[in-house]
């Protein structure tokens, strides 16, 4: 089974989101758990970084795992494990505290990330509350947000907390995982699960989902005139999940085509065809005049959306 995405946050969060009337005892809460990109995309080369927020209050740490699967629901056998994978083990990473309030964290720069450590960062993480020993995986601590928090070196001296927050109030803590997704982890629904623990060892748990998707290509569009129609073909391809080359045809997907007539701003369907074994598809389609010509693919859980390049006829 694919080993989770981990990363374990062992600081306090800095400062506060919002002000909110001070928790009763026990007071723990996630309000949410934000991924971004929220639809991350693969290609052939390439990867994607994702940041995951979580937002919550009464915490001393936060932790989250990443992993491929939908959500477990009230349905699901109670024990039941997923199946077995074989795509390389998600990259560890670790959490860093930062202001909400900031109109846009994701726009400031941040320290350069230490290089890979394997097995565990040199001696532990101060933390907040219970000290936490060295975290499994992490090549040091990840960027952070200038004059948040300070990040050093992998066995070096360890990050700190600069401005608590007060009592009751939303923090954020940010995830900043150390290896990003590519074609090689597995497509479709992933599911984030974010746990919240205060000083007395309750805890508070709450999840988010996205999809990972391939990405597709529809390729050699053409729009030509055919007596009193038009023949729009094309084809789609996939990034080839064997991995052996780039992209490889998708067979059997339903495409749209699309028409904008001269002169026009909107578009309309007029038509739509199915994917072939090599992923070619035809649709001959009656003519409205001169305009412009495209073709859609909607995408599914596994694969992205695509638009091809426009053609006149």
Known sequence: MMRPLFATLALAA???AAAVPGP???DLAIRSVEVRPSDPVVGP?????????????????VSVVLEPGRAPSDEDEPGKEPGPDVSPSPPSGDAVPVPSASPDPGGFPAPAVPGSVPGSVPGSVSAVGP????????GGLA?????????????????????????????TWRFLPDKPLSRWYRSGPWTVTATAVNARGERA??????????????EGLKAVRDGDAVRVTGTLLRVDPGGKVDYRPFAGQRVEIRFRPAGSPRWKTVGEAV???????SARLRAEGEGTWRAEYAGTSRYAADTSPQREA
Request: proline fraction near 7%; aromatic fraction near 6%; charged fraction near 20%.
């Open 131 to 138: 000290a936490v020993g060295p975290l499994p995986g992490l």
């Open 14 to 16: 800095a400062t506060a």
């Open 275 to 281: 994917t072939r074994r090599d992923g070619w598809f």
């Open 205 to 218: 748990v709450a999840r988010a989902g996205f999809n990972l998707r391939r990405a597709t290509e529809i």
């Open 24 to 26: 009763a005892s026990g």
């Open 45 to 61: 080369s390439g990867s994607v970084r994702l940041v995951v927020d979580v937002v919550a209050r009464g915490a001393e740490r």
């Open 143 to 171: 960027s952070a947000m200038p004059g948040v928090v300070g990040v050093s070196p992998a066995g070096a001296r360890p990050a700190w907390r600069v401005s608590p927050a007060s009592s009751g109030e939303w923090e």
